[in-house]
DNA sequence: CTTTTGAGTTGAACGTGTTCAAAATCGTGT
DNA sequence: ACACGATTTTGAACACGTTCAACTCAAAAG
């Protein structure tokens, strides 16, 4: 109820932030305790609590911080990239490796894909976050010249976010070495939209490509236009 | 380790099954307790852990006997219709409607994506069960007539079962009255996936599409011919 | 200075899924 | 009928995430 803005209970929410981290990162996530991240804290098991939801709101919380950390650098790709292919590929590219470090912790988000857990990706308590990261992929779309139908144009930014999700629900389970598995669906599946994009652009087989184009633009507007998802 | 085929312990067995989907569908599966599930069967918690490794197990078991329930329809499905646009309907529609009454139970083996749960649908152990599920795709796949490139026919089965995961993994969320939204993402995405199955097919276009299909073959070759996945 | 307030903190207690050593029961050979 | 090993069954115990009534104590109010 005070009006300082940086209240000095702050230190205490960052302690046990900092702490949880650490174990997570001695432990992995599902093996690290609320009781272990609270005595590395210095702290009560209830003062965690206090100050985080749950066991997963702390790994809501590295996101939060990892997505602040990462926005200046993700803003520079797209200044500096010019097509929308480099564009997808820095962004994506720099998250990836921004996460590589904490691969496991990543995998305690993406598990949740019920859309009413608090902690899914898609569902209503993370929408500021989202909304925010789908900001990069608008400018990325809006930033490129694009030959696409007006029904599927303005969809695209959500499409390539989702895209993005599986790639990383892909790369968090990867067990290949350097997760180089990902790095190669990554490259193969970016042409192949970018392809695909070139392709719906294209005037002369618009025909043919109809009886693709219409129920996909029916589809899009009938699933983003109602409620939230 | 005894040789007879149908021990009577297997009465117990189905007793504790039977509990579980009783209690499951009136409570839901995560209010549920495997304590009432014992106290429902009339035995001890450690017999429901003895005959199944644990809690989800109970719906995997579930999911088992679905499926050879299911069998003999899926069987008559693809028998009885020509075009694989009817077969697709036809399998796929089948399944969501015999799981209709457990939509929640379903969402309980949905939410483990990760392949090294061993109740995920990607897991190795579940490997039997997606293996004969597989069956039916390739069944539906190989008695149509398909123009495709070589490159790609060989893993359309596994991409069109991946799809209907897909669409099960919608459906399971879809909060929508009858799940309705369901019903159109499947009436559109599959008139989209045979419209572009037909387009791959058209010689014409060839090479236009080469820039489409030459990195979707790559990608599908280097991905399932590795591991199990 | 005294009292009141409420954010911050504590740790025992709860309910959960799961484990496991022991007990009960069963099947079979003698 | 008995014994004995294997199978089945028991329920207390464990570790965990989470809750919450009680406690502290600095600062605002009187």
Redesign the interface.
């Known amino acids: 109820m005070a009006r300082r803005a940086i209240p000095k209970s702050e230190e205490t929410r960052r302690r046990i932030l900092a702490a949880a981290l650490k174990v997570f990162g001695e432990r992995g996530f599902e093996a690290a305790t609320m009781r272990e991240i609270a005595a590395e804290a210095g702290v009560a098991v209830g003062a965690a609590y206090y100050y985080f939801d749950a066991k997963d709101a702390l790994v809501m919380a590295f996101y939060e911080q990892a997505q602040e950390e990462m926005a200046p650098a993700l803003d520079a790709i797209l200044k500096r990239s010019k097509t929308l292919e480099q564009r997808l590929h820095g962004i994506i590219g720099q998250k990836l490796e921004y996460f590589a470090p904490n691969r496991t912790l990543v ?1 305690a988000l ?2 949740h ?4 857990h608090p902690l899914s990706p898609f569902s209503r308590a993370t929408a500021p976050i989202r909304d925010r990261d789908l900001g990069f992929f608008e400018r990325a779309v809006a930033e490129s010249q694009l030959r696409l139908p007006a029904t599927i144009l303005p969809f695209l930014p959500r499409l390539l976010w989702l895209y993005q999700m599986g790639l990383v ?1 892909f790369w968090v ?1 990867d067990r ?1 070495p350097k997760q180089e ?1 990902t790095e ?2 990554f490259e ?2 970016l ?2 939209m970018l ?2 994009i ?2 719906a652009g ?1 005037a002369p ?1 618009k025909p ?2 109809k ?2 184009l219409k ?2 633009g ?2 899009l507007r ?2 983003y236009d ?1 409620a939230a998802c």
Chains 1, 2 share one sequence.
């Open positions: 995998s993406t598990g894909i019920d859309p009413a629900l389970y290949s598995r190669m669906l193969k599946t042409k192949m392809a695909a070139k392709l294209l087989i043919l490509l009886p693709l129920p996909a029916e589809l009938a699933i109602e």
